[in-house]
């Protein structure tokens, strides 16, 4: 079965129409969200984290669909690099998501669920939609905006186009542009699920969900979230022990290496808690962003009012997905527009997963720059 | 349709059942083949070209069913590199493939095809059946062997497994040891075939092939093939042009961008001239292909009757599949073992493709070792 799209997640209803990149607009937008450690009176101490393409909302708290603890529990939290105990830390499913945010899930004024009428969104929309949210919530400053991956990008984002809505913008493993080799891998991934015959041309809610195309999809992916020395050190090609027995080569077609069932696994278990469409639009999202182009087609201009915002870009040796590289053209361009940035490359196995796991440098970096 | 197992290939049966490394063995082994040049009388001009996971015999001639020049023309042919003025090469369809040799597609011996029946194969298993091929030529031994990825470990299995039957061995972007990223690639094309329901458990010959996998698969190969500043420059961000107008944004899921198309465009073509069921077995064998591992644990030993056997191993600077640092661990084993070894990293924009593509380094590298 396709998964319900529950209405039980924490959301706000905005009262106007979303215009969008695409010059349609969205009526009826739902913003799911969690917050986390109190509002100050002067209502200026609060933090928004962006997620990453398949992230959500619950970046502290469990997810209530996987049971598992929160997307970044080691970084936000009370004592933690992002203090709850100081910092009063908002996080929204993107639009397009499926995790109570509106998205090709959801039911349209109709009554019917969008699945591809659903208009195609940028980094741009979602970070419109989520300032809205602010708007809602009564908050016109924020001390910081913090992202990874994805998340980064919708920081950069709010820091071209809301220049007056952050103090701060925190951006790690991330990028201004999407290259083309990070488009066809995504290429790819929608590719399969469009291949599955349960996609059925996205309408296939209420029955079986396209599981097997959004698996492989997220099996390509994950590989380039992983460094070739990471997959090497956690799996090299040590084989499955089955039934008990050492591993062995299976001489058939079944997972013989550990690397392979770990991606099968990866694959199957994303597909409980993620809608195929919302990874098409995310993804579509993604391919679409290219700083510059929004600007004139000079990234500098893109914060030409950004001038008095202080930035921290922190990218990753191993990471080959978002390279420090295009970390480099985002700090040469805040250089032009004289932004205060701090950049650092810290050095970690993991490659772009990084940015999620034990990385003691890069708390000790989110710590400072956000206090 | 599934395309048809042709029987007009130029082939040899082998006389004798193959045995295979499975423990398993093989009767009635049909092995595809071409030649170019003329073998001298005493038989010792022949140099055998393995060809890479979806190449064939066509190594210097038009291919018969996509109409197109041999796949490596540039470097094989009347006064190239490997000049069939001088030289009599030969370059077989591998085992397990689909262009005449014995693989999946092919029919058992009840008259039915094997499909997923077939044996599980290695890349030594490969390189057995061909130098059954030369036994059934009356060529002892080899002038070369050469290959550039898959073929090239076909060259080095060879050189460890049978090193009295060749005098040179040149291994071009190719590796000891598929490695867990390596592995991992395969398995997200693995699965997507096995996704695609016109798979049907291997046994879709005579109906649709299941090719949306397969193309799927492809998609994801094609990606490793290139480098990441290659994709750049071929492609970037550039927009697909559509009805006579410049490219634009569709806000839809068509192939906006010009990688999108060209990476569509590789997956469905490559399914016209290629079985699904040979891309799974292939695939398999490479990721099996540990040199190491077949002799006790240790590269070095897997070269220890070679050590007469001159060697010449080309990497490429921007080949992230097989690196450079992969070539580096198969000199060291040859230095282990005092075998004569030159090695080069040559400098070429196309990462994993470049041995296939126009770099007149290789060329040279190529002539000054055979000749």
């Avoid at 590719?191 to 599981?211: C, H, K, L, S, V």
């Avoid at 914060?303 to 915002?309: G, H, I, K, P, V």
Wanted: proline share 4%; hydrophobic share 40%.
């Amino acid at each position: 079965m396709a998964r319900a799209q529950t209405a039980d997640f924490r959301s706000i209803a905005l009262p106007d129409p979303l215009p969008l990149d695409s010059g349609r607009e969205l009526a009826d937008v739902q913003i799911a969200y969690e917050t986390y450690g109190e509002l100050n009176e002067r209502r200026d101490n609060a933090i928004m984290v962006f997620h990453a393409l398949t992230g959500d909302q619950f970046v502290a708290s469990t997810h209530p669909m996987t049971g598992k603890p929160g997307w970044w529990e080691r970084m936000v939290g009370p004592g933690k690099p992002v203090d709850t105990d100081r910092f009063h830390v908002i996080c929204a499913n993107v639009l397009g998501s499926c995790m109570g945010s509106t998205g090709p899930g959801s039911a349209n004024a109709g009554g019917d669920r969008y699945a591809m009428n659903f208009p195609v969104i940028t980094i741009r929309d979602m970070v419109r939609a989520q300032m809205r949210l602010l708007d809602a919530l009564g908050i016109e400053t924020l001390h910081a905006v913090v992202g990874g991956s994805m998340g980064g990008m919708q920081a950069l984002s709010c820091a071209a186009n809301f220049p007056e809505r952050t103090q701060r913008v925190l951006a790690i493993a991330t990028t201004a542009r999407h290259s083309a080799q990070n488009i066809a891998f995504h290429e790819v991934g929608r590719q399969a699920i469009m291949a599955d015959p349960d996609w059925r041309g996205g309408d296939y809610y209420g029955g079986e969900a396209p599981t097997k195309g959004l698996s492989v999809a997220r099996m390509a992916a994950h590989i380039t979230y992983l460094s070739e020395a990471g997959l090497t050190e956690k799996f090299g090609r040590r084989l499955q022990a089955k039934d008990g027995k050492p591993g062995a080569k299976s001489f058939g077609f079944d997972a013989d290496f550990q690397v392979e069932s770990y991606l099968r696994h990866q694959g199957i278990a994303f597909t409980d808690r993620f809608d195929a469409n919302s990874y098409l639009y995310i993804t579509r999202a993604m391919d679409y962003f290219d700083l510059a182009e929004e600007h004139g087609g000079r990234l500098a201009d893109a914060f030409a009012d950004a001038s008095d915002t202080r930035f921290c870009l922190v990218s990753f040796d191993t990471d080959w997905l978002y390279t420090t590289a295009d970390m480099r053209e985002v700090v040469h361009a805040l250089n032009a527009v004289a932004a205060p940035v701090s950049f650092v490359e810290l050095s970690a196995p993991y490659g772009h997963d990084s940015f999620l796991l034990d990385v003691p440098a890069l708390d000790r970096v989110v710590r400072g720059f956000i206090q």
